[in-house]
């Protein structure tokens, strides 16, 4: 069981320009992007949050329940779910702004356990970020790594919810000790300041740079370095795509039962390369289409493994 801890919350995605141009909601948010992206490659996986009981809140949990994803350790609250304001440029890359004062998600409580069978918790975006929560999903993740829990991080960073640019990259120094499993894209980290050999010496097996349509790039402990190209395509958009990348990633180490460090480390350059292959046609699949619109696993063929 892949858990996924972090918030589900709607996009307002544009349809046309300027700033009035009519938004259409959409089901998003880092965590639950890659909780969906996880069931459609057939992963068994359950997600980790707190959603609210408005109509969005039961359209959340809808499609995670249609994907075969756990919800089970949902929590629920009577607030109202997160807003998020998309801007697509001409290039199909995604800026948003949030709407997040009182919103269900930030209240969330770190569980007593986690479900039976857990073998690997993924972390990322706003709930890091948004107090009380985020010390709620801090708590989590010390907690899983300390029991051997293999922890995979995406900052996702959005820098409009970030008051103090220091403190965070300080509290993001913090975190890597206690996680395994590092993936960030080239913007997260020029903002996050170092580099992926030194926060590979502060914990993480592995660090994976995404570079948009160049590709991905993976740094382990060993001293490896295994790149691989992107996929030329015609993008629509880009919502979603880190969040496959994540997704891919966490499927294929656990179909090579590689969720350890040890595991990660054994993979050689060969099943680095692999490993990267999977997860940059997922997101080129993604990109394919407006919207985090992730690939199931046949759409992926041999590859989805």
């Not at 959409?26 to 057939?42: H, I, Q, S, W, Y």
């Not at 080129?284 to 199931?296: F, L």
């Amino acid at each position: 069981m892949i858990v996924v801890a972090g918030e589900a919350l709607i996009d307002l995605v544009p349809r046309g320009a300027g700033a009035l141009a009519a938004l259409t909601p959409a089901l998003g948010g880092g965590p639950f992007n890659t909780a969906v992206a996880l069931g459609r490659l057939g992963s068994p996986t359950a997600f980790c949050s707190r959603v609210s009981r408005d109509a969005f809140g039961e359209a959340l949990l809808d499609r995670l329940r249609e994907t075969g994803v756990d919800v089970s350790s949902v929590q629920r609250g009577d607030e109202p779910t997160t807003l998020a304001v998309a801007t697509v440029d001409a290039g199909g890359s995604a800026a948003y702004s949030f709407y997040v004062e009182g919103t269900a998600d930030r209240l969330f409580a770190a569980p007593g356990t986690l479900p039976a069978g857990t073998r690997a918790v993924s972390f990322g975006t706003c709930s890091l970020v948004l107090e009380p929560g985020a010390s709620a999903y801090e708590e989590l993740m010390r907690t899983a790594s300390a029991r051997g829990v293999f922890t995979a991080l995406d900052p996702n960073i959005r820098a409009g919810l970030i008051p103090d640019a220091d403190a965070y990259r300080a509290r993001f120094r913090g975190w890597l000790p206690s996680v395994s499993l590092l993936k960030l894209s080239e913007e997260d980290a020029r903002w996050l300041g170092g580099s992926p050999r030194e926060w590979l010496a502060a914990g993480p097996a592995a660090v994976v740079v995404t570079r948009g349509g160049d590709g991905l790039t993976a740094y382990t402990r060993d001293g490896g370095e295994y790149t691989v190209p992107g996929e030329r395509i015609e993008v629509a958009d880009t919502i979603g795509a880190g969040d496959t990348v994540n997704a891919a990633l966490l499927h294929g180490l656990a179909a090579r039962d590689a969720l350890s460090a040890e595991g990660v480390c054994a993979l050689g350059p060969e099943g680095w390369r692999r490993l990267l292959g999977l997860a940059t046609r997922a997101a080129a699949i993604t990109c394919s289409r407006a919207g985090a619109e992730p690939p199931y696993a046949h759409e992926l063929g041999a590859e989805s493994a």
